[in-house]
């Protein structure tokens, strides 16, 4: 049974339809690999998985029980996590602050700075991450390292299914690596792992399945294993002219 | 092998915050404490009497007020907001305490703790028009300083009201409890003490930290950020009206024109503590700091015998040189521990 299904999601803004008819599904331990061109549909998708978006027609399944989440703290509630792009880290905080935050530990009433130091070095630990103090602020880390925490915070707070919008952009190559590493961990955890791109290699690297959208509609579904990056991006693109739907300029508001 | 294990051979791993000279040397405070310890010893080798006991008191009793409202400002900067108005509000809670117990005669147990909840709801009328009608909380201050320096002015006929003479009362707010030790003292370290451990150590605290340093981050966190900071002003208001009450004790009256000007100070004490204006960084201890810094050099001055103009061209330099200092000490603490 898939961890995660979206069955005939539509969703319409105005006069245009932004999702018409999206069937999703991910496996528990699977990582899946979300592409398509600006204006595809995908950023909508994401929000309607995480909860930001109620869709107007459709179904949203978490382990086959049926859901609607009127906030993403109802999607958060079931185990979905999501890493937007601008990360939502304190820069100012440290590190342990970050991957606890809005959820600090309590102790008689007080923030329990010693358990969120040990256990935010727990899931460093478990997740593979390098840094070396956990109360180091972020803003004196990497930019991988911040993805890095980011992905820690999602996992820690209780993500099965874990949303990652653009995970390896603005990243040098060496971050990039440590980053689709840090998949591959959430992986073999039997954490679900849904990687919105647009490198088509990064999503060939560790992903696998791919899912790519066009005109709000999926219009391609691969196994990695048996696929190419050119036949994905032909399908990103739209070979077949019944395909060459455009997307309207409404989902453009990619997630920020 | 654990995971750990295997880990740490590949990196050293210390969470520990190192040794206390270490966590000294990278504690954002480091600058406005190294401060303090040079502009002290250069009073106390400089200034004819500075080290005295007496002086050292009195220096501590000047900044009481200041320090208790600057306690109530470093929440607000720190969580991204401002108060322009607590020099106006200062004021305008000493004249309704002074005309409530004098020209309405009510007795001082309650319209103390009147002008207290007066403060906090000034507060939370500041706060709830900064969130609600998303405009800068300098401009809504900024109104509410003009507002209520008049209101304290139609309240008091523009003149001094007498205050209370209730004994009780004024032993409370500006006796001296304990020998050399004005009550007012006590009552700025109690208010600087219990502000920093709820900054440093309760989860409003961190809050705090959170909506100032990364407004969107603390939303999608789930932290309710207007209420924070509608607490943040709510807290401002109060420890104003805390400073009011202790200054109607400490005078016995109330002069419409108290606190003019006083936000500067309030602010430059923050600032001097080595707080961001543009939030998220700051606390408590560094803002009490920033207040006797403020203090030992306005007391320096007068004993160095300087010009009392020179005062306010000393402050100006003052927050100038901090703010500079800060910049460098923030660089530096961004790749280092403990911000």
């Known amino acids: 049974m898939p961890l995660f299904e979206a069955v005939g999601v539509r969703k319409r803004f105005g006069g245009v339809e932004a999702l018409r008819g999206v069937d999703f599904s991910v496996e528990p331990g699977e990582v899946v690999g979300l592409m398509g061109d600006n204006g595809a549909g995908k950023s909508t998708l994401m929000k309607v998985i995480c909860g930001a978006y109620r869709p107007d027609e459709g179904e949203i399944r978490m382990a086959g029980r049926p859901q609607v989440f009127r906030s993403p703290r109802d999607a958060a509630a079931c185990g979905i996590a999501v890493v937007y792009q601008n990360l939502g880290l304190v820069d100012q905080r440290s590190v342990a602050a970050n991957v606890f935050l809005g959820q600090e530990p309590r102790r008689f009433g007080l923030v329990d700075t010693r358990r969120m130091r040990a256990e935010a070095r727990e899931v460093l630990t478990t997740l593979r991450i390098r840094i070396p103090s956990v109360r180091m602020p972020v803003a004196g880390l990497s930019g991988g390292q911040r993805q890095c925490i980011a992905i820690a915070r999602a996992v820690h707070q209780g993500g099965e299914l874990v949303l990652l919008d653009e995970p390896t952009a603005a990243l040098g190559p060496e971050q990039q690596q440590n980053v689709l590493s840090l998949i591959r961990d959430l992986r073999k955890q039997g954490k679900a792992v849904v990687v919105v791109s647009h490198n088509v290699d990064h999503v060939l690297e560790v992903a696998d399945r791919v899912v790519v959208m066009r005109g709000g509609l999926v219009s391609g579904m691969r196994d990695v294993a048996a696929t190419t990056a050119a036949e994905v991006v032909g399908l990103i693109v739209g070979n077949a002219p019944a395909a060459a739907h455009d997307g309207a300029p409404h989902t453009s508001g990619e997630l920020a | ?339």
């Open chain 2, 1 to 339: 092998m654990t995971i750990q294990q295997q880990i740490a051979i590949a990196y050293r791993v210390d969470d520990s915050g190192g040794s206390l000279v270490r966590r000294l040397l990278g504690a954002r405070e480091f600058g406005v404490l190294a401060a303090t310890a040079v502009i002290f010893l250069v009073c106390a080798v400089g200034a004819d009497g500075f080290l005295a006991a007496d002086n050292l008191l009195s220096v501590a009793q000047q900044i009481a007020i200041l320090g208790i409202v600057a306690t109530g400002m470093t929440f607000l900067i720190v969580v991204g907001e401002i108060d322009l108005s607590v020099g106006s509000l200062h004021g305008f809670l000493a004249v309704e305490l002074a005309w409530l117990v004098t020209k309405v005669g009510v007795p001082v147990g309650v319209a103390a703790p009147l002008a207290i909840l007066t403060g906090v709801m000034i507060g939370v009328i500041n706060g709830l028009i900064t969130t609600r009608f998303k405009i800068p909380s300098f401009v809504v201050t900024l109104a509410a300083l003009a507002a209520l320096r008049g209101a304290a002015l139609l309240l008091s006929d523009g003149v001094p009201i007498r205050g209370s003479r209730n004994e009780a009362f004024t032993h409370l707010f500006a006796g001296s409890p304990l020998p050399n030790v004005a009550a007012q003292t006590l009552w700025m370290a109690a208010v600087v003490a219990i502000g920093a451990f709820v900054m440093a150590r309760t989860k409003f605290g961190y809050d705090v930290y959170s909506v100032g340093g990364n407004p969107s981050a603390a939303a999608g966190a789930g932290i309710a950020s207007d209420r924070v900071k509608v607490m943040c002003f709510a807290l401002t208001g109060g420890l104003t009206g805390l400073a009011s009450i202790i200054l109607v004790g400490w005078l016995g009256s109330a002069n419409p024109l108290t606190g003019n000007g006083f936000e500067l100070s309030v602010i430059a004490a923050v600032v001097v503590g080595g707080a961001g204006l543009a939030g998220g960084t700051g606390s408590v201890l560094g803002t009490f700091l920033g207040a006797v810094i403020t203090g030992v050099i306005t007391n320096a001055l007068v004993l160095f015998g300087v010009d009392g103009n020179w005062q306010q061209v000393a402050t100006g330099l003052l927050i100038l040189g901090a703010v500079m200092l800060n910049h460098l000490v923030a660089k530096r603490s961004a790749h280092g521990l403990n911000a």
